[in-house]
T-cell receptor, first 112, second 112 residues
Framework: DAGITQSPRHKVTETGTPVTLRCHQTENHRYMYWYRQDPGHGLRLIHYSYGVKDTDKGEVSDGYSVSRSKTEDFLLTLESATSSQTSVYFC???????????FGSGTRLTVV | GESVGLHLPTLSVQEGDNSIINCAYSNSASDYFIWYKQESGKGPQFIIDIRSNMDKRQGQRVTVLLNKTVKHLSLQIAATQPGDSAVYFCAERAGGSYIPTFGRGTSLIVHP
């Protein structure tokens, strides 16, 4: 998707290992979000950021941490991956006044 | 891995038919609604939005209808094409919040 890049696109990791997913944007949008998407569920918010070094928890934040040291990058870290964190992770960006999101292409994470 | 389309309500139509996808929302304070389209293996894409001071909005081949009395939203797609096959989901945003709540979605299958 134009202006927003997620990396890696796919990852397989072992239970108990740390994992970091990266979201990079070139739109200079203030707001960035991390969601997970699982069969049978809608998109669920993990964490979000409303500026550099300003982050807050979403509805499913347990087991995840985030960092935003630059406007363009928002990192999602699984400190010790568990099988329940196997999912597709989406990053999104927005400008508050326009409300709509632009989503990245997603990262498919498998924890074995 | 499992597709996000599994476990979702499914609407099957023939190419050229009109499609209607429905969404019920729960928060009477919601004042902004968005429809997204998600193709397999991709991130959600914005289709159309509507504010609560409107009851209808039209785009290219798509129309969104909002009935605040019964808290119901619908997306109509005219002359449905095979490229419209995807998962469609609505999002609602309550006034004063910039974080929407996403529905689980409906899988649209268009048969040529």
């Amino acid at each position: 998707d134009a202006g927003i890049t997620q990396s890696p696109r796919h990852k397989v990791t072992e239970t108990g290992t740390p994992v970091t997913l990266r979201c990079h944007q070139t739109e200079n949008h203030r707001y960035m979000y991390w969601y997970r998407q699982d069969p049978g569920h809608g998109l669920r918010l993990i964490h979000y950021s409303y500026g550099v070094k300003d982050t807050d928890k979403g509805e499913v934040s347990d087991g995840y941490s985030v960092s935003r040291s630059k406007t363009e990058d928002f990192l999602l870290t699984l400190e010790s991956a568990t099988s329940s964190q196997t999912s597709v992770y989406f990053c999104a960006i927005s400008e508050r006044d326009t409300y709509g999101y632009t989503f990245g292409s997603g990262t498919r994470l498998t924890v074995v | 891995g499992e597709s996000v389309g599994l476990h979702l309500p499914t609407l099957s139509v023939q190419e050229g038919d009109n499609s209607i996808i429905n969404c019920a929302y729960s928060n009477s304070a919601s004042d902004y609604f968005i429809w997204y389209k998600q193709e397999s293996g991709k991130g959600p894409q914005f289709i159309i939005d509507i504010r609560s001071n409107m009851d209808k909005r039209q785009g290219q081949r798509v129309t969104v209808l909002l009935n605040k009395t019964v808290k119901h939203l619908s997306l109509q797609i005219a002359a449905t094409q095979p490229g419209d096959s995807a998962v469609y989901f609505c999002a609602e945003r309550a006034g004063g919040s910039y974080i929407p709540t996403f529905g689980r979605g409906t899988s649209l299958i268009v048969h040529p």
